[in-house]
C-alpha cells in the first residue's frame, strides 16, 4: 500500500528552509555594515525558521526512523538556541558603548555562536536527515547522498576552524560550504515543486512469511 505525505508539510519546510537562507545571508551583510539591530532580528527569524523546520521533517520522517527523525529535530532546536542566544552580545554591543576590547569580545562571541550553530550542529543534523532521506527515498537518491556528504564536508571544515586548521570565514571554508547550500536549496525548491513523494510501505511479516497455495 501506499502513503501520501502531507503536501502542505513539505511546502512550509521548504518555504521555511529558503526563509533560514535568505535570512542568514542577509544577516552578515547587515551587520558587515553596521545594522546591528536589522541582524538581530534577521538571526531570530532565522533561528524561528530552523526549529519550523526540524519540527515539521520530523512529522514527515518519524515513520522512517523514529530515533533519527527525533534527534534530527532536537538537532535542529539546538541550532535555534544556539543563534539566538548568538544575538545577546550584539544587543549588549547595540545598547551599549563597550570599549574596544569589550566589543571585540562580544562580536568574539558571536562568532563562536555562528561556529557551533549554523557550523558544527548544522553539519550533523543535515549527515541525519540526508540518511533519513535516503532510506524513505521520497528524494531523488542524488539529492540525499549530497545532503550526507554536505554534511559531513562542512563538519570536517568547522572542525578544522575550530581548531585553528584552517581559518574561520575564510576561502576554504566558504568552499566547503557550497555542497550543504546547494543541498538545502535543492531540498528547499523540491519540497516547494514537488513535495516528498509517497513511498511503499513493507507489507507486513504475516504477508511476507505466507507462500502460495
Request: contains cysteine; aromatic residues 8%.
Amino acid at each position: 500500500m501506499t502513503r501520501s505525505l502531507p503536501t502542505y508539510y513539505a511546502r512550509t519546510a521548504g518555504i521555511l528552509y529558503l526563509t533560514t537562507h535568505v535570512t542568514s545571508v542577509t544577516a552578515v551583510a547587515a551587520y558587515a555594515a553596521g545594522g546591528i539591530a536589522l541582524g538581530v532580528t534577521l538571526e531570530l527569524v532565522l533561528a524561528a525558521g530552523c526549529l519550523g523546520t526540524g519540527i515539521l521533517l520530523w512529522l514527515l520522517l518519524r515513520d522512517v526512523g523514529q530515533a533519527r527523525a527525533a534527534a534530527f529535530a532536537g538537532l535542529r532546536a539546538l541550532e535555534a538556541a544556539v543563534i539566538a542566544a548568538g544575538t545577546l552580545p550584539m544587543l549588549v554591543l547595540l545598547w551599549t558603548a563597550p570599549s574596544p576590547p569589550l566589543g571585540e569580545t562580544l562580536v568574539a562571541l558571536h562568532t563562536a555562536a555562528f561556529l557551533v550553530g549554523q557550523g558544527l550542529v548544522i553539519s550533523v543534523n543535515t549527515i541525519i536527515l540526508g540518511w533519513l532521506l535516503f532510506d524513505a527515498r521520497v528524494v531523488p537518491r542524488t539529492l540525499a547522498v549530497l545532503g550526507i556528504l554536505g554534511g559531513t564536508v562542512v563538519l570536517a571544515s568547522n572542525a578544522a576552524q575550530l581548531f585553528g586548521v584552517i581559518p574561520q570565514g575564510g576561502m576554504v571554508a566558504g568552499l566547503c560550504a557550497v555542497p550543504v547550500f546547494a543541498f538545502e536549496i535543492w531540498f528547499a525548491i523540491h519540497l516547494i515543486v514537488v513535495g516528498l513523494r509517497a513511498r511503499v510501505a513493507s507489507p507486513p511479516a504475516s504477508a511476507r512469511t505466507a507462500s502460495p497455495a
